[in-house]
């Protein structure tokens, strides 16, 4: 393993530093679909979705990381990913991600219920919750946890 070739990565929010470290490789949902970047890929900028990233670290251990949107830019020798918000998947609460489902899918009723509406902001907010939601299953997943 010796040999393997790393990436400096780090994840970051406005309000703090979710994950710095070097990886092997980082699984990111952008605006274009899922990308995978590993060491020596081409430098690139792009938008990313809410959904959920795979990060395989050096210690052979898989963290999973929920992102709401944001950027990711890949340099020679490191992956910078600037997120509106991202939680570890073991740091996020079953119990508060069905609430604000919940409340995301009322909003969602509740703007379907007028003339005209607008449900971009609504989805959005959605789909953050799915996004979390999915992040937290595929840890459980691969931690072997019910």
């Keep these: 393993m010796a040999d393997r070739k790393i990436i400096k ?11 710095k470290q070097e990886v092997f490789q980082v699984t ?7 990308i995978t970047v590993l060491p020596d890929h081409i430098p690139l900028v792009s ?18 990381i ?3 949107g944001g950027f990711i830019e890949v340099l020679r020798d490191k992956i ?15 119990n508060i991600i069905a609430e604000a ?6 909003s969602k009723e509740e703007a379907m219920s007028q003339d ?3 449900l971009s902001a609504v989805a959005a907010k959605l789909e953050i919750e799915v996004a979390r939601e999915r992040a937290l299953h ?5 931690k072997n946890i019910k």
């Design 9 to 19: 990565f780090e994840i970051v929010t406005p309000e703090r530093t979710v994950f």
């Design 28 to 34: 990111v949902p952008t605006q274009s679909g899922e």
């Design 47 to 64: 938008i990313l979705k809410p959904g959920v990233l795979e990060i395989k670290t050096v210690d052979q251990e898989t963290e999973i």
């Design 66 to 68: 929920s992102v709401s």
């Design 80 to 94: 910078v990913i600037l997120a509106d918000t991202a939680e570890r998947a073991q740091e996020l609460d079953e």
């Design 101 to 106: 489902r919940r409340r995301a899918e009322v």
């Design 116 to 118: 005209n509406y607008d």
């Design 138 to 142: 595929k840890w459980r997943k691969l």
